[in-house]
């Protein structure tokens, strides 16, 4: 059974630029939640999307956005890039909202 | 919210030995407290995960104990092997659907 798949694995981006993250969840998982991991604040919940919507949402600004589609693929955008964002980020599906989350190998972003 | 604090933050042991890592949490309401492992360029792999109506949930070397009463809960990890080098995280979890993680713990296992 395929696990949860990220693209891309890795990006650089420059200040100011936005970007794009995608996530494919494992098959049959509806929910589907980001998180930011960086060496000085660890792990961050961004948000969650379960059946297309969003069920909640981290401490995090409006340049942080996300949706999911129809076949529970999800995508993770942020805007107006600042060096501060560079994290690897992380989507994981769970087949109930609360509980059995899988996670992916991460998209690590790098703002130069 | 959830504030999930981990103990220790390193821990070396001799292969063979037995290495336990701590979490506390504060929210009462959390019913899900799940461990994962994360390894060089890779995401966090789930262990093991127990409910709150569950005291104790063992596979294979892994164990977890959970004591709702005074909000902790702790890994057992038994004949530790190199393998088992990686950074653990604990995790606790509500209906809100959200998961809070401990800081995490570099294990390492020396041959």
């Known amino acids: 059974k395929a696990g949860v798949t990220q693209t891309p694995r890795y990006l650089i981006k420059t200040r100011g630029q936005q970007v794009t993250l995608s996530c494919s969840p494992i098959s049959g998982h509806r929910s589907v939640s980001w998180y930011q991991q960086t060496p000085g604040q660890g792990l961050q919940f961004l948000f969650e999307?379960?059946?297309?919507?969003?069920?909640n949402k981290g401490n995090f600004p409006g340049r942080f956005s996300g949706r999911q589609f129809s076949n529970s693929r999800s995508e993770m955008n942020v805007s107006t890039l600042e060096l501060g964002d560079s994290a690897l980020y992380l989507c994981?599906?769970?087949?109930?909202?609360?509980?059995?989350?899988?996670f992916g190998s991460g998209t690590r972003l790098t703002v130069v | 919210g959830e504030n999930v604090e981990q103990h220790p933050s390193t821990l070396s042991v001799q292969e063979g030995d037995s290495a336990v890592i701590k979490c506390t949490y504060s929210?009462?309401?959390?019913?899900?407290f799940p461990w994962y492992k994360q390894e060089l360029g890779k995401g966090p792999q789930l262990i093991i995960d127990?409910?709150?109506?569950?005291g104790e949930k063992k596979d294979q070397r892994i164990a977890v104990t959970l004591n709702k009463t005074a909000k902790h809960f702790s890994l057992h990890i038994t004949e530790t092997q190199p393998e088992d080098s990686a950074v653990y995280f604990c995790?606790?979890?509500?209906?809100?659907?959200?998961?809070?993680f401990g800081r995490g713990t570099q294990l390492t296992v020396w041959p």
């Open positions: 999307y379960f059946s297309e919507t969003q069920r």
């Open positions: 127990i409910r709150s109506n569950v």
């Open positions: 929210d009462s309401a959390s019913n899900y």
């Open positions: 994981a599906s769970s087949l109930e909202r609360f509980a059995g989350y899988t």
């Open positions: 995790a606790a979890t509500s209906t809100l659907g959200r998961l809070y």
